[in-house]
């Protein structure tokens, strides 16, 4: 395709938040949003008939829990799939801020706030090295990031020595995730975490400029670039930025656990690109948001604690799982069919 | 003929250097040379705490009979490929013996038949080969071990009530062993105990812990909890806590691990199976030395468990096995 070709392709199918965005093309995007949280609605109702266990306050706390971690995880992600590109390093490289919380807290006998900045700042490193890698040295998202999966993995384990790292010396670690700040509701601090980062994602992506970019490089990376945008750096941005949502992953998962497992991740970041996925964010690029994004990733995990109240065979709930990512994919096909 | 006996040579070096690069990569022996026999030990794993003091028992045992090893495993216990690879980089370096914890017994069969051609003594170690060829098998016999766990439950919750169970997986040997240890314990000798359910969380502590909430979640009059690793245990004991319920049910587990052993001694978990990942280690070289010499041994060498909780994890002979 041609440059010329390719301006005019973005002028005419007005995809991503870019300014030509028309009334019918934002009407289906809701759609696609009220389909996910009808969906949700139906596995929440579905589970309620089927066991009076299911809608309980201390269930459904520990429902929201659950998503944590693969919620913060698919996040970060779903900028990375909106810009048209794909991060497999997110589920070790999870594991290896983990780790980098536990050298800055326990080794280093360093202040609590700095481990956990700390280990935020190592999954942005690991998200600028990704991104420099993709836009610089332009190798495909696919294999840079697969590169680096195994990378961390294999860093997470040198480092840590292959044992976990505990957090018994610093006290007040395991309650960032698993306290309580607001006093009189038994709502852990994790899952207040994982809605303001949840916000912080939301007004990134609609408000700021990195949010309009990675709409506009995941709907026509070639037209981004003709109208002057820099498209390399703002690449690099985005990666780095979400890597920032892995390492808050890490440090939460650290937390929970109270303890750094260096042979924990591989396999989340399936599970996160799936949350992002069945949230209707395209894998093609251009297309998704961050409530889609929060309501994928509690449909997961609605899906699997409903199944496992139910004490349906491990085999068949991954069967279920796979089916709904089947169906969501299919419904973000249909959509795309009509936009074009 | 000049140029040909140039191809010849280059070909040589060539293959001289491969044939190097080969040694210097696989494993981490110093090059060998120094006239000691050679053990080379392919096991499932080497990250996990479990493997390292099965290494550590490889070691002492090598250094009381005078021979040289390896020890390496494949990064992932599921990894069969990478494991079958280390299984041919172990083969090529004509071992005195080999020793082996397969991941797949079927996908080994073809090597292990080339071992036995070129007249290499194998011994299956952890858990056990579907193979004539094995010279012996030394493992835990996880079913009498997960039965040892059920007894010390059904004692502790007044031999009846529920019991749920969050194993590791439901296709290795080791997961179903122990799992149905304990299953087959409670139906022969407690009929009061129902187990209510049984989940699988891959041994990882964060699916482990969700996977244990929901369990404690849909069962309010749960009794007991067994976890059939450590990460199993380690979910339970996760999930225990974070809901509050502290007392409210026994928690008994498998393997140790310093959060297993925590836990224990604060009360959480009532107590765990340990296996004898030294033994299993130690008894692994001293067969294959007895192999490579042409003694006589064993067809399978259980290498035993112990029960251990608050009262006795602090004696010797149960402490050297608690790895931490």
Known sequence: ????????????????????????????????????????????????IASGKFMTLSNISGILLATSVIGILALGTTFVIISGGIDLSIGTGMTLCSVMTGVFLTYLGLPLIVGVIGGILTGAVMG????????ALKIPPFIATLAMMMIAEGLALVISGT???YFGSTPGFTNLALGSVIPGLSI?????????????????MSKTIIGRYTFSIGSNEDATALSGVNVKKWKVLIYTFAGAFTGLAGVVMASRLSSAQPGLGMGYELEAIAAVI????????GKGSIIGTVIGALIM???????????????????????????????????????? | MRRKIMAAAGAAALALSLSACGGGSTGNESGGGDGKPYVAIVSKGFQHQFWQAVKDGAEKAAKDYNVRITFQGPDTESNVAQQIEMLTSALNKN???LALAALDSKAAAPLLETAKSKDIPVVAFDSGVDSEIPVSTVATDNKAAAAEAAKHMAKRIGGEGQVAIVAHDQTSKSGKHRRDGFVNWMKKNAPGIEIVDIQYGGGDQLKSTDLAKAMIQANPKLDGLYGTNEGSAIGIVNAVQELGMKGDVTVVGFDSGKAQLKAIRSGLMAGAVTQNPIGIGYKTVETAVKAMKGKDVKQTIDTGYYW????????PKIAENLYK
């Open chain 2, 308 to 315: 251990y909780d608050k009262e006795n994890m602090d004696k």
């Open chain 1, 163 to 165: 044992s976990p790292i």
């Open chain 1, 1 to 48: 395709m041609s440059t010329v070709q390719a301006a005019k392709s973005e002028s005419r199918t007005h995809t991503g938040d870019t300014a030509g965005r028309t009334l019918s093309g934002r009407l289906r995007s809701s759609l696609q949003q009220f389909l996910a949280f009808a969906s949700l609605i139906a596995l929440v109702i579905f589970f309620s």
């Open chain 2, 95 to 97: 071992p005195d013996a």
């Open chain 1, 128 to 135: 600028l090295v990704n991104g420099t890698l993709i836009a």
């Open chain 1, 188 to 204: 852990p601090n994790a899952v207040l975490i994982i809605f303001i980062a949840a916000v912080l994602a939301g007004v990134t």
């Open chain 1, 301 to 340: 995990s609605v899906l699997t604690n409903g199944l496992r109240i139910m004490s349906i065979p491990q085999e068949w709930q991954n069967v279920a799982v796979g089916a709904v990512i089947l169906l969501a994919v299919y419904l973000d096909m249909l959509r795309r069919k009509e936009t074009s």
């Open chain 1, 278 to 285: 069945i949230g209707g964010t395209s894998l093609q690029g």
